[in-house]
C-alpha cells in the first residue's frame, strides 16, 4: 500500500485542523493506520491508531480529546482532525499502516509509511 498524507499547514493554537492520508490499492480495509509524528530534535512518537473497520481507536495522552481519528474504507482514506492544537502539536505528521488485526502503537509495528506533511502551531 502506498501512502500520502496532506492537510498540513500553519494553525493558530486553539483553531482546528484536518489531516488527511489517501492510500492507493483495493485493500485498505485490511490494515490497522496510525499517524506519528515527528518534530525537530526529538524521536517519531505515536499519535493515534484506528482499527480496519474505525470501530476501535486509541490516542496517546497527549492529544487524547483534542484529536480524533477516522477512516473511510470507500475513499482508502484516514483522517486526523485536530481540535484545540497547541504549539506542542507542531511536527511532520506521517500516516502509517500495518497489515494484521493488532493494534500497536510502536512504529516499529507499522509496515508502510507515507511521507510527512508539516503542521505549524501559532501561539
Known amino acids: 500500500v502506498q501512502l500520502q498524507a496532506s492537510g498540513g499547514g500553519l494553525v493558530q493554537a486553539g483553531g482546528s485542523l484536518r489531516l488527511s492520508c489517501a492510500a492507493s490499492?483495493?485493500?485498505?480495509?485490511?490494515?490497522?493506520m496510525g499517524w506519528f509524528r515527528q518534530a525537530p530534535g526529538k524521536e517519531r512518537e505515536f499519535v493515534a491508531t484506528i482499527n480496519q473497520s474505525g470501530g476501535s481507536t486509541d490516542y496517546a495522552d497527549s492529544v487524547k480529546g483534542r484529536f480524533t481519528i477516522s477512516r473511510d474504507n470507500a475513499k482508502n482514506t484516514m483522517y486526523l482532525q485536530m481540535n484545540g492544537p497547541k504549539p506542542e502539536d507542531t511536527a511532520v505528521y506521517f500516516c502509517?499502516?500495518?497489515?494484521?488485526?493488532?493494534?500497536?502503537?510502536?512504529?516499529?509495528?507499522?509496515?508502510?509509511w507515507g511521507p510527512g506533511t508539516q503542521v505549524t502551531v501559532s501561539s
Open positions: 490499492g483495493r485493500t485498505f480495509s485490511t490494515y490497522v
Open positions: 502509517a499502516a500495518r497489515y494484521g488485526i493488532a493494534m500497536y502503537r510502536g512504529n516499529g509495528r507499522f509496515e508502510y
